[in-house]
């Protein structure tokens, strides 16, 4: 019995399905511990347990430093998008129709998805990496020594930032958006400003732009908190916050993605 | 004004790390912890300030605020020293409104100055020396009027002027505040500066408890070994 065990532990179908299941249950445990620490920021945010000043400093790093290359993003996303989509439908005789085809695109779904990816790579990252350092440097435990609770101290700040700053980057990046929509179909196809323009406002629904600014602030608290709690959770040293960083950016994609997909199945199946 | 811990055990994983150890801290009395590096020292301190659950044990200390100086100072790095020292009056809930930002700035001048520092209020910790660092951790130790001060290895990686200057704020802070202190060392010289009674570990147990000078009298095997930083003696350095 005992050689048999020791066999079976060595083939590959026991490796292939212990290695699963370790997954998982890292996987289950990450997911815990986010929703944990999630719960508790929205305690505090609903007791307006905030700390102001912490406050403005976040929301200027999350929204300020990362605005030019955010609209940038946004901005090409459109030329790429805008170049395909006018020349075919001036093609088709839909010229008509570019401006509102690019103005559902980029308010419904590009704005939002593309900004997200922009401020995951340059906030989210940045928090994680901050906030880990912060744990492998006992940083953490000196607050607590100090008797303040860093979910209250760090998280608060970062997650209410991230709430109230990714809607207004995904207007703004909007608004570049369909603008450099026009500009790129006049010089790609032709197509006057005058037919963008007036298509423009059939697409643009007050639902739409709800649902957008919800998505946003749903974006910006999950790239926040998702950051926050990996960088809370690093182990080790240096490698320990590389670590951390590089799950926080990980989970952040996959979790903006599957917001994404269940606010479009919720809102527009 | 004391600290007690009684039948204390602590496991990480599979591995004891403490094993059913006791002490008492009088209050104005320092304790030097000794052993080698991995026996749980850090641990023993991160009990006692609640930073980890222990097993089981009990750890009575008397009311009032426990300070933390960690080993490599963990002063927050994105504050200047100013705003290290105040963060507990800033954002401690029940400290929080209690002092003006007038009164807070004193404060952080008094504390300063205990631990001889001067002017460097807005510098940020990555602009100070390592000593100079140790020192602003004490400062913001302190701020609260602890009535028990935990030091995590406070000299360790400093010169020998450093260390002795760090070595006298240990026993001037005591002096000031009366407070029960434990000081993690492996050093000799923070050992007789600072101690008045000296624990060694060794395998999470307790294998000598005396003063400096029973200590340095190496009359058991394990003292001797340790002062003589002998490889040969009941304490083996086990690699797996
Ligand atoms: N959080 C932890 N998880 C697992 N093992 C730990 C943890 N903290 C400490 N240990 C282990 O406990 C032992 C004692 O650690 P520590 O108290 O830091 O020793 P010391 O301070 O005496 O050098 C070491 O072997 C260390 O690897
Ligand atoms: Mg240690």
């Known amino acids: ?269 | 004004m004391s600290i007690e811990v009684k039948n204390l055990i602590k496991t990480f994983e599979d591995k004891r790390v403490i094993d059913n150890i006791s002490f008492k801290v009088e209050n104005g009395e320092t304790l030097a912890v000794v052993g080698f590096s991995g026996s749980g020292k850090s641990t023993i301190l991160k009990l006692i300030c609640g930073l980890l659950e222990p097993d089981s044990g009990e750890i009575n200390a008397s009311e009032g605020d426990i300070a933390m100086v960690f080993q490599y100072s963990a002063l927050f790095d994105s504050l200047n020293v100013a705003d290290n020292i105040a963060f507990a009056l800033r954002e401690r809930k029940d400290l929080r409104n209690k002092y003006t930002e007038k009164e807070i700035k004193n404060i952080i001048q008094e504390k300063l100055e205990l631990v001889g520092l001067k002017g460097i209020e807005q510098k940020f910790p990555s602009e100070l020396s390592g000593g100079m660092q140790k020192r602003v951790s004490f400062a913001r130790a302190i701020v609260t009027e602890p009535n028990s001060i935990l030091y995590d290895e406070p000299t360790s990686g400093l010169d020998p002027i450093s260390s002795t200057l760090i070595e006298d704020y240990i026993v001037r802070l005591k002096e000031e505040t009366n407070a029960a202190s434990i000081v993690v060392t492996h050093q000799m010289s923070t050992i007789t500066r600072t101690a008045d009674r000296v624990i060694m570990l060794y395998n999470g147990k307790i294998v000598f408890e005396g003063t400096p000078q029973e200590m340095l009298a190496q009359n058991t095997p394990y003292t001797k070994q340790f002062v003589t930083a002998s490889l040969e003696g009941p304490m083996q350095m086990i690699t797996e």
């Open chain 1, 1 to 269: 019995m005992g050689s048999l065990q020791k066999y079976y532990r060595q083939s590959a179908t026991y490796k292939i399905f212990s290695g699963m299941f370790q997954e998982l249950a890292t996987f289950l445990d990450t997911l815990g511990k986010i929703s944990e620490n999630g719960y508790h920021v929205f305690k505090y945010i609903l007791k307006r347990e905030i700390n102001s000043k912490e406050l403005i400093y976040q929301c200027d790093r999350f929204g300020i430093s990362s605005l030019p290359i955010t609209l940038s993003i946004v901005g090409m996303t459109s030329i790429i998008v805008a170049s395909q989509v006018a020349l075919e439908m001036v093609k088709q005789g839909g010229g008509n129709f570019v401006g509102l085809l690019m103005t559902i695109l980029i308010v419904r779904e590009l704005g939002a998805i593309m900004s997200g990816f922009a401020i995951i790579s340059m906030i989210g990252s940045s928090i994680a990496s901050e906030i880990a350092t912060m744990r492998v440097t006992e940083q953490i435990d000196a607050i607590k020594v100090l008797k303040v609770d860093p979910i209250q101290y760090l998280f608060v700040p970062r997650i209410l930032s991230g709430m109230i700053m990714m809607p207004l980057i995904v207007i703004v990046a909007s608004v570049i958006g369909v603008l450099t929509g026009a500009v790129t179909a006049k010089l790609s196809s032709g197509l006057g400003y005058r037919a963008y323009f007036d298509s423009m406002w059939l697409g643009l629904y007050m639902k739409d732009l709800g649902v957008s600014i919800l998505k946003s602030i749903c974006f910006g608290g999950t790239i926040a908190l998702v950051s926050c709690s990996f960088g809370y959770h690093a182990k080790g040293g240096a490698k320990g916050v590389g670590e951390a960083t590089t799950k926080a950016v990980v989970w952040s994609f996959v979790s903006i993605v599957i917001i994404d997909m269940l606010f479009a199945i919720a809102f527009f199946f």
